[in-house]
T-cell receptor, first 114, second 115 residues
Framework: DAGVIQSPRHEVTEMGQEVTLRCKPISGHDYLFWYRQTMMRGLELLIYFNNNVPIDDSGMPEDRFSAKMPNASFSTLKIQPSEPRDSAVYFC????????????FGEGSRLTVL | GENVEQHPSTLSVQEGDSAVIKCTYSDSASNYFPWYKQELGKGPQLIIDIRSNVGEKKDQRIAVTLNKTAKHFSLHITETQPEDSAVYFCAAWGRPRGSQGNLIFGKGTKLSVKP
């Protein structure tokens, strides 16, 4: 398997624009996670899905952020409108089953909002 | 909910020396403690993990120890090499807000191994 695939790898946009980040999890993995990484706050869990259903979105910062998982092989994280404080690296990760176990991370999407 | 503290935030060692990174956690119900390595421009990757029913686990040059009574765990890297230079994250499996549970990460340690 190619691992978790994220796109775009880099995104530079202006404040107020809509940003969509994409993720393809490892085939057969039932869980998908979106994390945000910044110097100040480290790795923060934003939301996770189990079998395409959002389970915990309490980490989503505010209504400007939304995430969807229309099928087992695709998820999006959308920011509308974007703000400079959203600049960060966003990681998608997947896991095979419930409970404690290994997370497989993608290479991340580095977002810069000017 | 779970809170994970990690120290130090930066660590510089000479090639061949040992490196130790320490973490504490708050939730006594946590039972799984992985360590991830993040190289520049990449996502974190699991290097070793330990469950609460053991006190130590070793894999070649890396080892992890767990003290459940004190609620702390440590990563030990022996005979460090320049390719060990990376950011290392500890994590604990917790159940915040009555959820199914998820990984809570420490803030990371930037390890630099000088040749």
């Amino acid at each position: 398997d190619a691992g978790v695939i994220q796109s775009p790898r880099h995104e530079v946009t202006e404040m107020g624009q809509e940003v969509t980040l994409r993720c393809k999890p490892i085939s057969g993995h039932d869980y998908l996670f979106w994390y945000r990484q910044t110097m100040m706050r480290g790795l923060e869990l934003l939301i996770y899905f189990n079998n395409n259903v959002p389970i915990d979105d309490s980490g989503m910062p505010e209504d400007r952020f939304s995430a969807k998982m229309p099928n087992a092989s695709f998820s999006t994280l959308k920011i509308q409108p974007s703000e400079p404080r959203d600049s960060a690296v966003y990681f998608c990760a997947s896991k095979q089953r419930g409970g404690a176990g290994e997370l497989f991370f993608g290479e991340g999407s580095r977002l810069t909002v000017l | 909910g779970e809170n994970v503290e990690q120290h130090p935030s930066t660590l510089s060692v000479q090639e061949g020396d040992s490196a130790v990174i320490k973490c504490t956690y708050s939730d006594s119900a946590s039972n799984y403690f992985p360590w991830y390595k993040q190289e520049l421009g990449k996502g974190p990757q699991l290097i070793i993990d330990i469950r609460s029913n053991v006190g130590e686990k070793k894999d070649q040059r890396i080892a992890v120890t767990l003290n459940k009574t004190a609620k702390h765990f440590s990563l030990h890297i022996t005979e460090t090499q320049p390719e060990d230079s990376a950011v290392y994250f500890c994590a604990a499996w917790g159940r915040p807000r009555g959820s199914q549970g998820n990984l809570i990460f420490g803030k990371g340690t930037k390890l630099s191994v000088k040749p």
